[in-house]
């Protein structure tokens, strides 16, 4: 059951309350390069990103807002640390959302400015609590990262925006420590209706970041928690919305796409089964084929029979392969030939639709 959260608009986009949970990413252009930084935004666009956030660490790069805005169909979130003068440009520059972390512009007085722009333009406030950036009284206090501390944290920077009447409020905390991260936003969601941002921040490389997210973001959406998600990668940006989608449509919370399904390979694979799945799944991630299953399998015998569920298959055998369909078996087809009469078969599911 999803969590009830207060309805925050983002540009053209809301979250919270009954809309869906989108999708971010962030761009890892620098910003002021506005060809460089439109052009990643607009192939992140084609996957299926539905927020963007760009670092603003520099005059130029808020003086790159307007143009940026004007070529790309999605709301643009600035991220600063440290500089209020900055938020403000960011946002007189037209961004739809700000991330910062109060703690870190120091100065309420400062904050204060950030808040009251922020409020003239009806721009929503994102609090990025990190595990790394924790103040030095709470990590004293706690002795170290942990979720009371990140929660703590939260909540003063929460109470710093609310004294200013201000409520357009995203809550994001983050930590690369999985079961922490979990705990903390497990706890603030009990004291809180503000929607929640989720990621699990400096995850590493793909294999253990996809995995370390699909964990955490996993335990968390399932409990309901998370109106918006990042998957933070080292990597490129359009592996995190790949695995972002995937994490959804798992947990049935995006409608699904074609989904490619394959057997691990045993001892009864005579066909390089692997570079084979790889090709389809190559194959399918550009076809707008939607919900099918497609299965490949590595032998005839049991391959059928084991992805019974999917929708269309093919299994390998000694030179001669098999396509079949929802379990039974169609046609027989020579090994070299399986991948183009997959490919041929699902060109003709989509004009079928
Ligand atoms: S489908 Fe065939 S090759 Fe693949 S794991 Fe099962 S028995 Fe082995």
């Not at 590595?298 to 379990?327: M, Q, S, T």
Request: glycine share 8%.
């Amino acid at each position: 059951m999803r969590k009830k959260t207060r309805e925050i608009s983002i540009g053209s986009k809301k979250i919270g309350g009954k809309y869906p949970i989108l999708i971010q990413s962030m761009t890892n252009t620098k910003t002021e390069d506005i060809q460089a930084t439109v052009k990643q935004i607009l192939s992140l666009e084609r996957v299926g990103c539905e927020i963007i956030r760009v670092a603003v660490p520099n005059e130029e790069a808020a003086k790159a807002i307007p143009s940026i805005k004007k070529q790309i169909h999605i709301p643009l979130v600035a991220d600063i640390h440290f500089d209020h003068r900055l938020a403000i440009l960011a946002m007189e520059a037209g961004v739809d959302k700000i991330r910062i972390n109060p703690g870190n512009i120091g100065d309420k007085k400062k904050v204060n400015e950030v808040v009251q722009k922020a409020k003239e333009f009806h721009i929503p406030i994102r609090v990025g609590v990190n595990g790394g950036s924790l103040e030095k009284d709470l990590l004293k206090k706690y002795g170290g990262v942990h979720p009371e501390a990140l929660v703590e944290s939260v909540e003063k920077e929460i109470a710093v925006l609310e004294e200013q009447g201000f409520q357009n409020i995203v809550i994001s905390i983050k930590a690369s420590e999985v079961l922490l991260c979990v705990r903390a936003y497990e706890m603030m969601a009990e004291k809180t209706d503000y929607p929640f941002h989720i990621g699990i921040t400096e995850t590493g490389t793909l294999a253990r970041g996809n995995i370390k997210s699909a964990v955490g973001l996993g335990v968390l959406l399932y409990q309901g928690i998370g109106d918006t998600l990042r998957v933070s990668l080292t990597g490129d940006p359009l592996e995190e919305i790949k695995t972002a989608k995937w994490i959804l449509q798992t947990l049935d919370l995006k409608p699904k796409e074609a989904e490619v399904i394959s057997c691990p390979t045993c001892g009864r694979t005579n066909i390089d089964l692997i570079s084979l799945a790889n090709q389809v799944e190559e194959l399918v991630s550009q076809m707008d084929l939607k919900p099918i299953k497609i299965a490949v399998m590595g032998c005839a015998v049991n391959g059928p029979g084991e992805a019974r569920e999917a929708d269309i298959g093919i299994a390998g055998g000694k030179g001669e392969g098999i396509l079949f369909k929802e379990g039974q078996i169609v046609k027989k087809i020579p090994e070299e030939q399986l991948f183009e009469v997959l490919a041929q078969e699902l060109e003709a599911y989509i004009y079928r639709r």
